[in-house]
């Protein structure tokens, strides 16, 4: 009896717990979402419970009409889908390389990758904004692209590359054999292989420069070539007060594909994530 | 002389590229490759030597010439770094173009048998295509992932800064370790560097220690068989990692609004508020989320691990569902119960495997950004603030982009930048030591 009696308060417990947790987790999202559709600008417009006041689209309309976050957002999906299908070829090639060809200073390459993807991009930042200065790609979303990917090629190559390894060689030599070029292998055999892991590389290119805030606050100077990641900071940036809620209108419309994207990629996230871990 | 071609064939590649290959080894067009090879590198010769020398001198202060004509010494600078990098490709092409006329003159003495241009060709073949294929990628990582490091590296010798050495108006110079001498001696950026970087290492450590064990935890506490409506949670504890970091640590920046914010408003409709005044805790009538060291200490944490547990609680779910059952089963009859097995079974498997993540995630917390910046700005500033611009709760990475940003102090921030990389090192090594590929000697 007693054990029973502690049983069940130790689920009640558990239970509260995770009740607790859940409301953590959920309350700043829709605090946020009731604020995309609360009426009024100001923080202090809003309810401490997120509840909408007068429930309105307005928010969203004053986003796209006083503001230029529709050139920002169009800026960050250009930037994310060249960089996407750059990094993408460019890794792909790489990585195949490194996994079946013998050359000279192999090892030497793959050892600086390694070293190299530790430091962050942000280290060279004056460099490459001197850099992009002296090739005329300042102020160009083809500058900030090619340092994008450039940073992503030494830690996604060395992903990829394990990946490839896995695949028995024996598989593409058939295909030699049979008369397939370096190319032809490539295409029709390796790449069918290694599509999760592809999939998972061109979601996390994808998503990068959304996020990202150092390189284009730096990179990217005149107002309409901001991305979305530095526009919403400046229209926050010490006016949470005044913009909080069509702020939030703009992070909404973020987040919801963002949220969309990863559920879907859900089961492969998890499993190459798992696959970072020590293997027996 | 051609009675030893192993010796005669170096020797004239060594005098001028390809010429052992053609009057050696009959090697017509490998040794026409690399004549043409060296041609175009003597064509170019003075660039290079002009490139290098503006490495060296960082150009002079020209006042009498308008600004557009003056030295400008950061490009001057770049310049310089790219003639060295295709310096060290002519000089490894060079020692190639030896050593191959050496290889192939001692077969040549072996065999007795001139190598086919044809074999040449299907040699080069498969080596072209790989070298082909590789250089977008070389090409790109050496114009911005090396160049920038070692620029950023070279940075910390000059005094490069506002307001007065910023080309074009002005030129660089090489100052050796002045700059560090210079921080070190200003006693506010040597106390603003110790905090910095001591705060770093806790919010760095804490914050990833936090994140796994909560994330550990919640795994755990979900897979126990009897919790019904386990997925329901999982999917609502995912939610943090789904959303856009940066979204998430905005509207944290907002809810934490010491004056306006819900969660302050919240506090003050139930009265804590006041309370908190009566006792004499708070002295205004708002709280000091992000305003106050120690507590904006505190919430960064705390948003950290909002954010970071998720992360971990799907790494450790997948890792435990992929756990051999057998050892449980065989556990369980020799009577071990739950805590037991936890103890000596599960947690040992679990961090055995995870360990190199934790140590990543380390590495991550130490260079990560937005957690810091975007809540705090580095805020609140104290005396030590206003010579070293590092705030009470700035970290390394974020002093650095203030320094360069917002200063433009670029040699302090190379000089910030440096320290980061040797404390990141140890860790970049540790976790290279740990990958397969070099445990297994095979890269």
Redesign the interface.
Known sequence: MMKKAMSIARYVLIYAFFILLALIVLYPIAFAIAGAFNKGKSLASMNVLPIPNNPTTDNFTRLFTTTNYISWYKNSLFIACVNTLLTTVIVLITAYIFSRFKFRFKKAAMVSFLILQMFPSAVGMIAIYIILNRLGLSDNFMGLILVYTAGNIPYNTWLLKGYFDTIPKSIDEAAKIDGAGNLTTFLKVILPNTLPMVAFLAVTSFTQPWMDFILPRFILRSDKNKTLAVGLFEMINGRSNDNFTMFAAGALLIAVPFVIIFAINQKYLVRIMSAGAVKE | MTKKPSLAAPIGSALFMGLGHIAVLKQYVKGIIFAIFEIIVLINASKIVTAIKGLITLGEQKNHLPVAQRDNS??MM??GLIACVVLVIIIIVYV?NVTDARRHGLKLEKSGEYQSTREFLNDLG??A???T??S???V??S???????V??IL?AFTNYSAPSHIPPNNTVDWVGLQTFKEMLQMKNYSQGFARTAVWTFEWALIGTLTCYFGGMF?AL?LN?K??KIAGV?RT?????????????L??????L?G????IT??LR?IGVVDWLRSIGVLQKDAIPWLSETNLARVMLLVVNL?LGFP?FM??I???MT?MPQDVFEAATIDGANKSQQFRYITLPLLL??????MI?SF?YNM?N??GV??LTNGNPPDTITTQSFAGTTDTL?TW??KL??EQRL?NR??VV?LL??IV??P???Y??M????FKEGE?
């Not at chain 2, 609502?236 to 998430?248: E, H, K, Q, R, T």
């Open positions: 950061t490009w770049l310049d190639i498969e080596k295509f790989a070298y294929a590789l977008p990628a070389f790109m990582i114009f911005f992932v090396v160049i920038p490091l620029f950023a940075l919640i506490a126990d009897k919790i949670f609502v504890f995912i939610l943090p990692y789904a959303v856009p970091g940066m979204i998430s905005f509207i944290w920046a907002i809810l609004n004056q306006f914010g819900p408003r919240g409709e909002w992360y799907l790494m779910t997948g890792i992929s055995y495997q995870t360990i190199p993540l990543m590495s260079n950004f937005g910046y975007f990475i650095m982009y360069t940003l670029y921030a190379s930048a980061l990389f990141v090192a860790f970049a090594i976790n290279f740990q990958t397969k590929s890269l």
